[in-house]
């Protein structure tokens, strides 16, 4: 899980999940509810692509359509689970004790730790889009928790904010990685420091175009990048651009 | 019997923990049980997750835990 690699949008992983038939007790909303998925690392039913990246196993772009659409309450142990809201509004419900609803710009960390059950909801008539990623704790069965923070790409605009990890202002979680977005509405150069040099770099594109490294990404494509010095030069397009970068220890 | 370390195994639909050394009473897998050993049949008990599609960890408990422990 440690090697570089360039993933185009149309490379990844693809699920549709109905609300009926055999993945009903799994995928909630009636009668007519499905779930999309583009998965970057292998995921359920994909398994011919990524294992994953450093302490990241699972990168999920997902569409949740039709009123009540998501995942009814299923449990979990051990991963932290973060959900990224790029469209729509999502509700979500934990055993932590949380209800709670999260719109574009906001996002969760919710670590199963030693135990734990969630339910992920679009209580709307429009599509909700969510980023999930699952990171492998350092630590097992830790005391389940749940923590919500809030990217506004207005006044976030045009520098590095670091929304996982390390760094004021950032969710903490029990793992060497950091989780930081990049969002422009102009060209903008940025060099990407690493925490460590043993440490690899995915940078996911959500919108617009960008250049990480002289490798041009467009929409939804992604790369990961090991054994890249200490530094990676990131530049985005003209247009609106929307970056998601991950950092892992390997 | 093994001297070989004993082994986690983490479930990757769910996050479910095998450790090796605990077993898995309550699923028919008693403590000592290795990876190895336990059918290729067998998923996982919460998620359904083949026994193919779990990863063995090397990472430690959280203070506390395992709540479970082994029986002699």
């Known amino acids: 899980m440690s090697t570089s690699f360039v993933l185009r949008a149309s490379e ?56 009540g659409c998501g995942y009814n309450i299923h449990r979990h142990h051990n991963f932290i689970i973060c959900a990224f809201v ?3 509004q999502l509700t979500h419900i934990n055993t932590v004790g949380n209800i709670d609803q999260l719109s574009p710009g906001d996002y969760y960390a919710f670590s199963a730790g030693s135990g734990g059950k969630h339910c992920e909801l679009n ?21 389940p928790s749940y923590s919500r923070g809030r990217f506004d790409p207005v006044y976030e605009r045009n520098r590095l904010v670091t929304l996982v990890g390390n760094a004021d202002g950032a ?25 460590a040099q043993t440490h690899g770099v995915y940078v996911f594109a959500i919108e617009g175009q960008a250049w990480v490294n002289d490798l041009s990404l467009s929409r939804r494509d992604s790369t990961g990048i090991w054994g890249g010095g200490d530094r990676i030069n990131l530049r985005t397009g003209a247009e609106d651009t929307d970056l998601l970068i991950l950092e892992s220890a390997p | 019997m093994s001297n070989e370390p004993f082994k986690r195994w983490l479930c990757l639909g769910c996050g479910f923990l095998y450790d090796e050394e605990l077993g898995s009473a309550e699923h028919g ?8 050993d336990v059918p ?27 709540v479970q422990r082994p029986t002699a």
């Not at chain 1, 009926?20 to 998925?37: D, K, M, N, V």
């Not at chain 1, 977005?181 to 420091?193: I, N, S």
Request: proline share 6%; net charge positive.
């Open chain 1, 12 to 67: 990844r992983g693809y699920n549709k999940l109905l609300s009926t038939g055999q993945s009903s007790s799994y995928i909630a909303g009636h009668p007519e509810a499905r779930l999309t998925r583009h998965s970057s690392f292998n995921f359920g039913p994909y398994q011919t692509g990524h294992k994953g990246f450093g302490r990241l196993r699972v990168f999920g772009d997902e569409v949740f359509s039709g009123t």
């Open chain 1, 86 to 88: 790029l469209k729509g």
């Open chain 1, 123 to 143: 209580l709307r008539s429009e599509d909700t889009n969510v980023i999930y990623v699952w990171i492998l704790p350092d630590q097992l069965l830790l005391p």
């Open chain 1, 171 to 195: 969710l903490r979680v029990s793992q060497d990685v950091k989780i930081s977005r990049f969002a422009t509405d102009k060209a903008v150069t940025l060099e990407y420091r690493l925490s």
């Open chain 2, 29 to 36: 897998l008693a403590a000592g049980t290795r990876w190895a």
């Open chain 2, 40 to 66: 290729d049949d067998w998923v996982c008990p919460d998620c359904g997750t083949p026994k193919h599609l779990f990863e063995m960890v090397e990472i430690p408990y959280a203070s506390g835990q395992p």
